[in-house]
Antibody, heavy 118, light 107 residues
């Protein structure tokens, strides 16, 4: 069964850094485009970033461009996002998601909470 | 960026009702539209992809239609498990964008 498990969330002060991980299992990780999607408390879903299966191509939402870096290690079946210059409005549950054969997000992790506060 | 607008924001309905949620895109997205269901404290779940294709394992009471800029999600007969928040999402072009969500509540 395909599964994604996020980790690395926590409490960080404004301006701080954090790296989230997403461990994949049950499918050929390197064959799939992967994304990060976040959800602020009580709010809707916001797409954050995407990375190709090989890791050579990436895209970012304007709200995180220049501060977040998405990457993957296909030998470890793991997706990452390095977050720097964190702001209060980055506070959210962060989900990793697999883009299925038709590119909709067909598998989601359970999410990891990031809280940015002084 | 492509804006996605859902209506209504909240929908009150009863078990057995037929309900429809609408999603409008600010420009054409062909059929690159997905619908997700989310319950409190849980990750979203894919229901419909490519506007009208039913994801494996999703009840046939769910259906999607539309293309271009106008899309609908229909639940033919509401079951207790269907009360949740629903989101549309365009994946025609980056940045991918979601609608603001429709909360389906029990009347």
């Amino acid at each position: 069964e395909a599964q994604l498990v996020e980790s690395g969330g926590g409490f960080v002060q404004p301006g701080g850094s954090l790296r989230l991980s997403c461990a994949a299992s049950g499918f050929t990780f390197s064959s799939y485009v992967m994304s990060w999607v976040r959800q602020a408390p009580g709010k809707g879903l916001e797409w954050v970033s995407v990375i190709s299966g090989s890791g050579t191509s990436t895209q970012y939402a304007d709200s995180v461009k220049g501060r977040f870096t998405i990457s993957r290690d296909n030998s470890k079946n793991t997706l990452y996002v390095q977050m720097k210059g964190l702001r209060a409005d980055d506070t959210a549950v962060y989900y990793c998601a697999r883009a299925g054969p038709d590119y909709a997000f067909d598998i989601w992790g359970q999410g990891t909470m990031v809280t940015v506060s002084s | 960026d492509i804006q996605m607008t859902q209506s209504p924001s909240t929908l009150s309905a009863s078990v057995g009702d037929r309900v429809t949620i609408t999603c409008r895109a600010s420009q054409s997205i062909s059929s690159w539209l997905a619908w997700y269901q989310q319950k409190p404290g849980k990750a979203p779940k894919l229901l419909i992809y490519k506007a009208s294709s039913l994801e494996s394992g999703v009840p046939s009471s769910f259906s999607g239609s539309g293309s271009g800029t106008e899309f609908t999600l229909t639940i033919s007969s509401l079951q207790p498990d269907d009360f949740a928040t629903y989101y549309c999402q365009q994946y025609n072009s980056y940045p991918y964008t979601f609608g603001q969500g429709t909360e389906l509540e029990i009347k």
